[in-house]
């Protein structure tokens, strides 16, 4: 998730609006993997999280060094979840939007890697 927000800053005037979604897809995960938001299908999140893998790996079908054009798959692919997943990905929205501040907040924070095992644990 860390790489996938790096990449995204890196990339930030080439993404565009997608950004916005792409911020979503990562707090959901956050969300999910924290225990805090369970309502989502496991196809569902094994889709976001395939498609956030694809955006973060460098050899894919467009590389990303390709000028101009090497994104195209990438947004392609998060284009794809966010239109197939697009009812669970608006209910976690919505649930989202009726968190306190603080939870909304720790959401856009990414978990190191001790906190996640604190927390799978």
């Given at each position: 998730m860390l790489a996938v927000t790096r990449k995204?800053?890196?990339?930030?005037?080439r993404l565009g609006a997608v950004k916005d979604d792409l911020q979503v897809l990562l707090a959901l995960c956050v969300a999910r993997l924290r225990g805090q938001y369970r309502d989502i299908s496991p196809k569902a999140l094994l889709?976001?999280?395939?498609?956030?893998?694809?955006?973060?790996?460098?050899?894919?079908?467009?590389?990303?060094?390709?000028l101009g054009v090497?994104?195209?798959?990438?947004?392609?692919?998060?284009?794809?979840?966010?239109?197939?997943?697009?009812?669970?990905?608006?209910?976690?929205r919505h649930w989202r939007e009726a968190q306190t501040p603080e939870v909304s907040a720790s959401?856009?924070?990414?978990?190191?890697?001790?906190?996640?095992?604190?927390?799978?644990?």
């Open positions: 995204s800053a890196k990339q930030s005037g889709s976001i999280v395939a498609g956030l893998v694809y955006f973060l790996t460098p050899v894919d079908a467009i590389p990303d060094w390709v090497g994104l195209i798959d990438d947004l392609g692919v998060l284009a794809w979840v966010l239109k197939t997943w697009s009812a669970e990905i608006d209910a976690f959401l856009e924070r990414i978990p190191v890697r001790e906190e996640v095992i604190d927390e799978v644990l």
